[in-house]
């Protein structure tokens, strides 16, 4: 019974343990392994540089995400732990970086191009509440600025028919098409969904290219960073880079009949993508939609321009490695190029992992509450052994010298040689014989060989032993004995009752502390 407790103190142990570092150390090791991008990994980032983090594709689940109701209880905790997650990170990981600026490059819900206003009203509270800016005390006025992405207003082909989605859209996030300054960086903002195919005189892709046209001729002193939800366009099979964790993703178009635009497409088509970086001429493009990390490089005239692809942020959507990015940009009064726009990828916690790690954690912790020998290990086969073998291994390695025993002491005399060096020698003992009349000898030199004294013992009566194990086998009330089935049956009740009463002492221990830290991070300080 002390063993069996034992077990259960030791595994409550592991499953603090496991809870800590999967609920809360996992977010402050993904904090302390990234750090604002410098020029060198020996030099520390600009202080005077504008902090910049850059965040793709939290797509909240909805309705359209696994096919289920609003009411039902699989897809609200789908949505609660996938809320959390994101809310740790922004809360636990971005934020503590003290950005000046937050960057969103688009697809803000699941289906927000489908889902009615009521779910898209649930669905941006549920937005702001994960990334909300209150927990930062510091400067708690961070801007934030908003992509447009394809599961916000669809593409072409959708909101060519559904022109109310984009004015749902721009009336809590913005314009789709803009700039702004940060430092000496024009970051440039484009609706990608609007400027591949589709009607010619579609308004809202006339208007995305005249926005861009009038960008490409002013002023081209300040480095640009082209952002598109969209990936620029790119050939089948490029590689990605040593950050991708997915095969890579070729191009497909889907587009509706009657020239009424695209249904959907991985990237930019190459007309698209090389008339953007004509006109533009950005120094660097950022991008989402494709929900893992790529980093690709595009040859132009002007030179290669280096596109990053950012992963997800979100558990939830086909990446096991989501990620962030830590973007630096250059004061205005800078005059070194090579320092102008400095990025770092980040990446979070792997909530998959962790989810397996507590299911195999759990069949361990069963599977040791129902094996573990009553008596602890010592009863198993072969531990003795063990334990004897290294512990003679370990005195043969390291030997501990032992006085001599009053025994072993003998007598010692003086005996000089011919060279008149003195020598002790050890006296002979002499023993007396060993005499035994009830025993024969024979020896040779100092081997003694003795009849053993079970010579002289009485042999066995065979009828004794016979009636012995009648005894044995036959009660003398004549009942019957217990099978050995009862007996095994008997047993595995008793393990089972011994592991249902030590997981409900392990969960009565932990699921509390499981919900302080569920909660913990889901409440508004």
Same mark, same amino acid.
């Given at each position: ?22 609920? $809360? ?66 809360? #636990? ?113 006339? !208007? ?86 790529? *980093? ?15 992963? *997800? ?20 009064? #800078?005059?070194?190029? !090579? ?38 290990? #010592? #009863? ?11 512990? /003679? ?28 060096? $003195? ?61 050995? /089935? ?29 919900? $302080? ?9």
């Amino acid at each position: 019974m002390q063993s069996a407790t034992r077990l259960t103190l030791l595994l409550c142990a592991a499953w603090v343990a496991a809870l800590l570092y999967g609920e $809360m150390g996992a977010y402050w090791a993904a904090h302390l392994s990234c750090s604002w991008p410098s020029a060198s990994s020996s030099s520390p980032s600009p202080s005077n540089h504008v902090k910049v983090a850059v965040i793709a594709d939290p797509q909240l689940m909805d309705s359209t995400s696994l096919g289920l109701p609003r009411s039902s209880v699989a897809l609200q905790a789908a949505e609660f732990f996938t809320d959390l997650n994101m809310r740790r990170s922004f809360q #636990s990981v971005i934020l503590p970086f003290k950005p000046d600026v937050v960057l969103f490059l688009g697809d803000y819900f699941d289906g927000g191009a489908h889902i009615s206003d009521e779910e898209w009203q649930d669905s941006l509270f549920r937005f702001k509440h994960i990334f909300s800016m209150s927990e930062q005390r510091t400067s708690p006025h961070v801007p934030i600025y908003y992509l447009s992405g394809n599961h916000d207003i669809g593409y072409s082909a959708f909101h060519s028919v559904h022109p109310e989605v984009i004015s749902r859209y721009e009336k809590e996030f913005g314009p789709r098409n803009f700039h702004f300054l940060s430092g000496k960086v024009d970051f440039v903002v484009v609706d990608a969904q609007t400027l591949d195919g589709g009607a010619k005189q579609s308004k809202e892709r006339s !208007s995305s290219w005249e926005f861009i046209k009038t960008l490409s001729s002013g002023n081209e002193s300040n480095p640009k960073i082209l952002l598109t939800h969209i990936p620029l366009y790119r050939p089948d099979n490029t590689p990605c880079g040593p950050h991708r964790s997915s095969p890579a993703i070729n191009q497909r178009i889907y587009s509706a009949v009657m020239d009424q635009g695209i249904n959907y497409q991985n990237y930019l088509s190459k007309q698209t993508s090389d008339l953007l970086l004509g006109l533009l001429k950005p120094t660097l493009v950022l991008s989402g939609h494709d929900h893992d990390q790529c *980093t690709v490089v595009h040859s132009t005239p002007f030179g290669p321009v280096t596109e990053h692809t950012l992963g *997800t942020i979100s558990w939830q959507q086909g990446n096991l490695y989501p990620s962030f990015m830590l973007l630096s940009a250059g004061p205005r009064n #800078s005059t070194d190029s !090579s320092q102008e726009v400095l990025t770092n990828l980040c990446f979070l916690p792997k909530q998959t992992h962790i989810y397996i790690w507590y299911i195999f954690q759990f069949v361990v912790t069963v599977l040791l509450l129902m094996f573990w020998p009553t008596n602890g290990l #010592s #009863s198993l086969p072969y531990v003795n052994t063990f334990v004897s073998f290294m512990s /003679s291994a370990g005195a043969d390695l390291f030997p501990i010298s032992k006085e001599k025993d009053d025994a072993e002491d003998g007598e010692y005399e003086m005996v000089w040689d011919a060279e008149g060096s $003195m020598h002790l020698v050890k006296k002979a003992v002499a023993r007396p014989p060993i005499t035994n009349s009830d025993s024969k000898t024979t020896g040779r030199g100092n081997v003694v060989a003795r009849p053993t004294a079970r010579k002289h013992q009485p042999e066995p009566d065979s009828s004794s032993v016979h009636v012995e194990m009648g005894s044995e086998t036959a009660p003398e009330d004549g009942g019957k004995a217990p099978r050995p /089935s009862k007996w095994k049956i008997r047993t595995v009740l008793q393990r089972l009752f011994r592991v249902v009463q030590s997981v409900a002492i392990i969960a009565v221990l932990n699921v509390p502390l499981y919900m $302080m830290l569920l909660f913990k991070d889901w409440v508004d300080r």
